[in-house]
């Protein structure tokens, strides 16, 4: 791997330690990261990247994680959990409160210049100045997932029909789907405020993540579910009121790298 021209390495990591990293990855996972580690040092393979999906139990731990990333060279990256994917089952528990998105946003104003978070973490643009990074949802802009049977979606967190762009067997390929599809060209355009009209900081978190508002059953054009001024709490509390609601709430769609298992008839 050290001899490739081009090989770009990510290992994930929720916890600095076994306790919390493996309560979310899987027993034994934790020490499997490290060893990944300490061969990819031991190879002099070059900077690699250490993956963190910041949740409720690690906000604490985001300095030991900078400080690991660092004791190997390599480059930290944070991520905002979404509910979707297994995440959909975690997320009411895992991801952060309302008072460590605080703590996160002042961290990454802080310490991550040069951390790496995508478009992760804009929602939290509404606290004050604008965090590094990329500050606007991507998908469809200057993101996009491809599958492995070559469904086109607008971001690793919106596997589901209603978010395929088209497929890249089709006439035209990718560039016709990336340039000329329904999905992308309406997602480039200006969005509706909708509920967060009234409200003064919409121009800086731009109503936060598409996919975490989809999969929690809120409308697009509603406020995020963590959305830092409370309204994601108080439109969440609103839907959980609603049984019917709650019940038609989107699930991911099929990840097609697990295929459905099928039957053998003897």
Same mark, same amino acid.
């Given at each position: 791997?050290?001899?490739?021209?081009?090989?770009?390495?990510?290992?994930?990591? @929720?916890?600095?330690?076994?306790?919390?990293?493996?309560?979310?990855?899987?027993?034994?996972?934790?020490?499997?990261?490290?060893?990944?580690?300490?061969?990819?040092?031991?190879?002099?393979?070059?900077?690699?990247?250490?993956?963190?999906?910041?949740?409720?139990?690690?906000?604490?731990?985001?300095?030991?994680?900078?400080?690991?990333?660092?004791?190997?060279?390599?480059?930290?990256?944070?991520?905002?959990?979404?509910?979707?994917?297994?995440?959909?089952?975690?997320?009411?528990?895992?991801?952060?409160?309302?008072?460590?998105?605080?703590?996160?946003?002042?961290?990454?104003?802080?310490?991550?210049?040069?951390?790496?978070?995508?478009?992760?973490?804009?929602?939290?643009?509404?606290?004050?100045?604008?965090?590094?990074?990329?500050?606007?949802?991507?998908?469809?802009?200057?993101?996009?997932?491809? @599958?492995?049977?070559?469904?086109?979606?607008?971001?690793?967190?919106?596997?589901?029909?209603?978010?395929?762009?088209?497929?890249?067997?089709?006439?035209?390929?990718?560039?016709?789907?990336?340039?000329?599809?329904?999905?992308?060209?309406?997602?480039?355009?200006?969005?509706?405020?909708?509920?967060?009209?009234?409200?003064?900081?919409?121009?800086?978190?731009?109503?936060?993540?598409?996919?975490?508002?989809?999969?929690?059953?809120?409308?697009?054009?509603?406020?995020?579910?963590?959305?830092?001024?409370?309204?994601?709490?108080?439109?969440?509390?609103?839907?959980?009121?609603?049984?019917?609601?709650?019940?038609? !709430?989107?699930?991911?769609?099929?990840?097609?790298? !697990?295929?459905?298992?099928?039957?053998?008839?003897?």
């Amino acid at each position: 791997l050290a001899a490739m021209e081009y090989l770009d390495i990510q290992i994930s990591l @929720d916890g600095v330690d076994a306790v919390t990293n493996d309560a979310v990855r899987g027993a034994g996972s934790y020490d499997m990261a490290r060893r990944a580690m300490d061969n990819l040092a031991a190879a002099n393979f070059g900077p690699f990247k250490i993956s963190v999906v910041v949740t409720r139990q690690n906000v604490p731990q985001l300095d030991q994680f900078k400080a690991l990333a660092d004791s190997y060279g390599a480059q930290l990256r944070v991520t905002r959990l979404r509910p979707s994917g297994r995440g959909v089952d975690s997320w009411d528990h895992l991801h952060p409160t309302n008072l460590q998105q605080r703590e996160i946003y002042d961290w990454l104003m802080a310490s991550g210049e040069n951390v790496l978070t995508g478009d992760s973490f804009f929602h939290l643009n509404a606290l004050g100045p604008s965090l590094p990074g990329l500050n606007m949802c991507g998908a469809g802009r200057v993101v996009c997932l491809i @599958d492995p049977i070559g469904d086109v979606y607008a971001c690793p967190f919106v596997i589901h029909d209603e978010f395929r762009a088209g497929n890249v067997r089709d006439p035209g390929g990718f560039a016709r789907v990336w340039k000329q599809s329904d999905l992308f060209t309406s997602l480039r355009e200006p969005q509706s405020a909708g509920a967060c009209a009234s409200c003064g900081a919409f121009d800086a978190c731009q109503g936060g993540c598409m996919a975490a508002k989809f999969f929690t059953g809120l409308p697009l054009d509603g406020p995020d579910p963590e959305c830092v001024g409370g309204d994601g709490e108080v439109a969440l509390a609103e839907l959980a009121a609603t049984p019917v609601a709650v019940s038609l !709430k989107p699930r991911p769609a099929m990840d097609h790298t !697990k295929p459905a298992r099928v039957p053998v008839l003897s």
